[in-house]
């Protein structure tokens, strides 16, 4: 077998001539170039052989009876999986107009009978490479248009990520090169929420029921801050933090507080602990300035610093079971009329001295 025979093939070439001379000579002379040739005789069986499969190059005798080269190609490049295959027109008409016809129709050469062989081979092999960076081309654009797609795509993943872990205008600051380090709030409201007996609750339990049950605590306090003014700062263990009034400035900050808190007591309704016994929360509010910002870069938090949030833990930690406790500070915020108001009168906080608190209830309802 000769060294030829295991060259691959150089591309993919449709003749099309009715003369079966003709054809033969062309057939041969491509093959012998490593080309793949399929010969056809017909315009008809051009079209047919071109959607089975598109060539990467046409020669397309012009003068052929019921379908001409001309009305071949119109046909061709009406098709999308064949409009951008070169056609190379072989007639042995020579006049000017013939040839402005086939380019007119989309041909890209033209050959005049009887044509020299070396003549023929090189226009055939320039355009088999045009044909193929073209195609190369192609991939690229596509593998570039898919590789934007998918870095867009990523993107809007890492946005989300971004804005389920920071509050959006935080996040909106940080894409946009802002510091969101440190930023002093004059008036905030935080709240601070946890199981009742929790800690025996977790040594009596698997760590699996504990965390199924803190997965259905919080899905429903997830569900219901989406419906308030408010932002989740964090959870850690079965403590929950919720603030108002930041990052994004509300003066009814602290009613905002309380209606996620009232809200809270109502979603918790009919669930219990994985002894059976009613599921049970205490809340605690307080009022005041706090310090707030990024912290972290490969994790990013939005966390709040300053006596106002250790107070707000206090007046959970000091609260009663199913009981909403608030400062002074938040008392002197919130809309009286809204609630109904219980003095608690004054409690130790550690460190902190006596404290004057309140709790809350909806109107109607004991505090």
Not at 221 to 228: C, K
């Amino acid at each position: 077998m000769s060294e030829q025979a295991f060259q691959p093939a150089r591309g993919d070439i449709l003749v099309v001539d009715d003369t079966l001379v003709n054809l033969r000579i062309l057939t041969e002379m491509l093959a012998a170039q490593g080309y793949k040739v399929r010969p056809v005789t017909s315009g008809p069986q051009a079209l047919q052989a071109a959607a089975a499969a598109a060539p990467d190059l046409v020669l397309l005798d012009i003068n052929m009876p019921g379908m001409t080269g001309y009305e071949v190609c119109q046909q061709l490049k009406a098709q999308p999986e064949t409009r951008d295959v070169p056609v190379i027109f072989m007639s042995a008409r020579d006049e000017v107009l013939d040839k402005i016809r086939a380019f007119e129709v989309g041909g890209v050469d033209y050959v005049t009978k009887p044509f020299h062989l070396e003549e023929l081979l090189a226009r055939v092999a320039t355009h088999v490479s045009i044909r193929a960076l073209q195609r190369q081309l192609e991939d690229a654009r596509f593998l570039a248009e898919s590789a934007a797609a998918a870095l867009a795509d990523e993107k809007r993943r890492s946005d989300d990520l971004l804005y389920s872990m920071l509050p959006q205008s935080v996040a909106n600051a940080l894409r946009e090169g802002r510091s969101v380090i440190g930023d002093h709030y004059p008036s905030v409201t935080v709240l601070f929420c946890d199981i009742v007996d929790y800690t025996q609750a977790a040594s009596d339990h698997s760590p699996l029921e504990i965390f199924e049950l803190l997965g259905r605590l919080y899905t429903r306090f997830d569900a219901l801050i989406e419906r308030h003014p408010v932002y989740k700062i964090e959870t850690v263990g079965d403590c929950y933090v919720v603030a108002g009034g930041v990052p994004d400035p509300n003066p009814r900050h602290a009613d905002a507080i309380l209606a996620v808190a009232l809200d809270m007591l109502d979603v918790i309704a009919g669930m219990t602990l994985p002894t059976g016994a009613p599921l049970q929360i205490r809340i605690g509010v307080n009022s005041g300035p706090v310090v707030a910002g990024v912290v972290g870069t490969k994790m990013p938090r939005f966390c709040l610093y300053g006596d106002t949030v250790n107070i707000a833990s206090r007046m959970e930690t000091t609260s009663l079971p199913m009981r909403v406790q608030i400062s002074q500070s938040t008392h002197a915020l919130i809309d009286h009329a809204r609630y109904t108001l219980e003095e608690r009168g004054e409690i130790a906080l550690k460190g902190r001295g006596n404290m004057r608190t309140y709790f809350v209830g909806r109107p109607g309802s004991p505090p």
